[in-house]
C-alpha cells in the first residue's frame, strides 16, 4: 500500500522544486500531504489492532480444527491413493479470501496455482474461494475457473460454509480424477507457507490398490466418506487461510504505519524548514523594502 | 554421500516407525474431533461405540480397516481408566486404518450432560413442521435429515 506512496515521492519532491517560489503554497500542500500521512497511519494502526483481535480468534479456533484436518488427510495416505493415469482432469482449490492489504499471502497462492496451469492448462480446472484468486487469475486463466465464491474472509470460516462449498464443487459436473487444495499453512505469526493438500474422486479411490485392506465398503459408503472428507479438508484449509492471513495482515499493517510514521517525520522536518524559510524571506523582503527607502 | 545418508535416514525413520507400530498394535491410537471441539486426540482409550448408516458398531484395538460414515446419535468411549464419555454427534466420518488409529471426524458434536430435553424436543417438533411444509424434493430431504438429527437427539437425552 505504502510502495504506491514510495513512488508519488520524487514526484512530490518536484512539484515542491517548483512551488519553492511561490512560498505559501508550498508551506500549505506539505501541511496537506502530512495530515493525509497521519490519517492513513491511524488506519493502518487501528487496521492492525482490528486484525490482531481477529488473529488471535483465528489462532485459537485453528488450533481446535487441526485434528480433524490431519485426520482427513490420513485415509489419503495410509490408504495411499493416487491419480488414475488415464484421466489427467485435475481440481485446484484456491483458498483466499475477499480483502487484500495482508502481504503476499493471496498472491502466492494464485502463484502456486498459475505455475501449474502453466504447465498444462487443458487439464486443470480451479475453483476460486475469495476474490482475491479470482481477480489475479481470471485475466489469464479465465477459461479455467469453473466455480469462484466471495463474501469470504468478514466472519471467520466456518463447517456451514465449507460444506456448502463442498457441495457446489461436488454438483459442478466436473470430472476429475485428483486435486489439491491451495492453502497458506499457518506456521508462526511471521511466517505462513503454501501447501496442498489432496483429494481425489471415487473413481481414483476405489481403483487404489491398498483400499482392499478396508472391510465393507460399497460405492455409496465411499462416495459419503469422500464428499464429508472434502468438506473437512475445505474447511481446514479455510481455517489456516485465514489464520495466515490475519497474521500477515498484522504484520503487514504494522510495517506500513512504521513507514507513515518515518514520512510524518521526514514530512515535519521538510514543513518546519519551509516554514522557516518564508519567515526568513518575509523579513529579508521587509527589512530590503525599508533599507530602500 | 548426500544419498547414502538420505538412504541411512529412511532406514532409520522406518525402523522407528516399526517399532511405534508395536508400541500400538494392542492400543488404539484414537482422534475425535468436530467442527467446534476436540475431544480425543491421538489418545488411547479402550473401546469406542460409533452409530453409523451401515449399523451401529463398537471399536476394539485392532479392528479391521474400515471407513464408515456417523447417523446423527451417540458415540460412546469407554476411556483406559474405566471413565465412559458419551458424545452426541450430528453427522460424519469414521475410519479405522490398518495401524490401529481410529478417528472420528463429526461436523457437531457435543457431550450428552449438555444437552436440553426441552430443546431437543423443540428442535424434532420444528423439524417435523418443516418436513410437513416441504415442498421441493431438496427441502424435503433436508427436512428428514433436520429430522432425523432431531429424533437421534431426543434419544440420546432419554
Redesign the interface.
Known amino acids: 500500500m505504502l510502495g504506491r506512496f514510495g513512488t508519488l515521492t520524487p514526484l512530490l519532491q518536484n512539484v515542491q522544486i517548483q512551488q519553492q517560489q511561490r512560498g505559501m503554497a508550498t508551506l500549505k500542500s506539505i501541511s496537506i500531504r502530512l495530515k493525509s500521512v497521519k490519517n492513513i497511519q491511524k488506519i493502518t494502526q487501528s487496521m492492525k489492532m482490528v486484525s490482531a483481535a481477529k488473529y488471535s480468534r483465528a489462532e485459537r479456533e485453528l488450533k481446535a480444527v487441526r485434528p480433524i484436518g490431519d485426520g482427513a488427510k490420513q485415509f489419503y495416505e495410509k490408504a495411499e491413493i493416487a491419480a488414475l493415469p488415464d484421466i489427467p482432469q485435475k481440481l485446484v482449490i484456491a483458498i483466499t479470501s475477499d480483502r487484500g492489504l495482508c502481504g503476499a499471502c493471496h498472491t502466492s497462492v494464485a502463484r502456486h496455482i498459475r505455475t501449474e496451469l502453466n504447465k498444462d492448462n487443458q487439464n486443470i480446472k480451479v475453483v476460486c474461494v475469495g476474490d482475491k484468486s479470482r481477480a489475479i487469475l481470471q485475466r489469464i486463466y479465465g477459461k479455467n475457473i469453473i466455480l469462484a465464491c466471495n463474501e469470504i474472509g468478514r466472519l471467520p470460516p466456518t463447517f456451514i460454509d465449507a460444506s456448502k462449498l463442498a457441495d457446489a464443487i461436488l454438483r459442478s459436473d466436473y470430472q476429475f480424477s485428483s486435486g489439491e487444495i491451495v492453502f497458506n499453512r499457518f506456521r508462526s505469526v511471521v511466517s505462513y507457507v503454501t501447501e496442498t493438500l489432496p483429494v481425489f474422486s471415487l473413481a481414483s479411490v476405489t481403483a487404489a490398490p491398498k483400499l482392499s485392506v478396508y472391510d465393507s465398503l460399497d460405492d455409496e459408503v465411499i462416495q459419503s466418506y469422500l464428499e464429508f472428507s472434502l468438506a473437512a479438508l475445505v474447511f481446514y484449509a479455510m481455517k489456516e487461510g485465514a489464520c495466515s492471513e490475519q497474521s500477515s495482515r498484522m504484520t503487514a499493517m504494522d510495517n506500513a504505519s512504521k513507514n507513515a510514521g518515518e514520512m510524518i517525520e521526514k514530512l515535519t522536518l521538510t514543513f518546519n524548514r519551509t516554514r522557516q524559510a518564508v519567515i526568513t524571506r518575509e523579513l529579508i523582503e521587509i527589512i530590503s523594502g525599508a533599507s530602500a527607502l | 554421500m548426500a544419498a547414502l545418508r538420505s538412504v541411512s535416514r529412511l532406514l532409520t525413520r522406518r525402523a522407528l516407525n516399526t517399532t511405534v507400530k508395536r508400541g500400538y498394535a494392542d492400543d488404539m491410537s484414537f ?1 475425535f ?6 475431544y480425543y ?1 491421538a489418545q488411547a482409550v479402550k473401546q469406542v461405540d460409533v452409530p453409523s ?2 449399523g451401529s458398531f463398537g471399536i476394539l484395538p485392532a479392528h ?6 456417523l447417523k446423527p446419535g451417540v458415540v460412546t468411549v469407554f476411556e483406559n481408566d474405566g471413565k465412559v464419555n458419551k458424545i452426541f454427534v450430528s ?3 469414521v ?1 479405522i ?3 490401529s ?1 481410529v ?3 463429526a ?2 458434536a457435543h457431550p450428552v450432560e449438555n444437552l436440553d430435553a426441552a430443546a431437543a424436543r423443540d428442535v424434532l417438533s420444528k423439524a417435523q413442521s418443516q418436513l410437513a411444509s416441504a415442498s421441493t424434493d431438496e427441502a424435503k430431504a433436508e427436512a428428514a435429515i433436520a429430522v432425523e438429527v432431531g429424533e437421534a437427539l431426543v434419544k440420546a437425552v432419554e
Open positions: 482422534t474431533a468436530s467442527g467446534n471441539q476436540v486426540s448408516f451401515s479391521v480397516p474400515t471407513l464408515a460414515v453427522s460424519g466420518t475410519t486404518n490398518d495401524d488409529s478417528q472420528i471426524l461436523q457437531e
